[in-house]
């Protein structure tokens, strides 16, 4: 079955540590994203990308960097330069056809700080 | 800029009452919208969406939601509600060709037998 794949589920990070959260899919959907969740504050946005070598920054982007070398992944690295990055982290897609279908997410990986 | 407010960050039914959450969109142009729900640890899983078709939208576990473009809502309903009914419900919106998704900060639904 196609699906999105996060990968760690848990992450733990060093102060000054860059990590870097893995999203693969197999949907053969064009565009990805990467959202944070925290408690209380619903989704937000960190970066997006409709094709393959392109992305934009979403809300919250700094501290936060990804690449889009293929159309099957977009992993997103977070920086020593981020402040607070114990959150959940949540990357999605959506298919060719637009966004009025929904996203699909994966199960996330929830980073926390040690 | 389009926004969505969730009313209610924490709802309780009681097993077999009407579960109501509550969602408001502002956006200058008709949007998607759309409900996901979220079991702990999980990522989130669309229940249904609006589309500019029927108003009336179901989706599944027997959740329903109506458009109500003179109110701005677009509430989510289950006549119902089951144990497994319980987690965290997400409103969204989308509009005006613009390529993100705006969510609402979420409602806890308990459920108590």
Redesign the interface.
Known sequence: DGG?T?SPKYLFRKEGQNVTLSCEQNLNHD?M?W?RQDP????R?IY?S?IVNDFQK?DIAEGYSVSREKKESFPLTVTSAQKNPTA?Y?C?SSPPQG??????????T?LTVV | AQSVTQLG?HVSVSEGALVLLRCNYSSSVPP?L?W?VQYP??????LL?Y?SAATLVKGINGFEAEFKKSETSFHLTKPSAHMSDAAEY?CAS?AGGY???T????TKLQVIP
């Open positions: 999105i996060q565009a994203y959202y209380g504050q619903g989704l946005l997006y409709q979403g959940f949540l999605a966004l009025r279908l929904g996203y699909t997410f994966g199960s996330g929830r | 960050s998607y759309f996901y640890n999980q990522g989130l899983q669309l969406k589309t997400f989308q390529q993100k998704v969510f609402g900060t979420g």
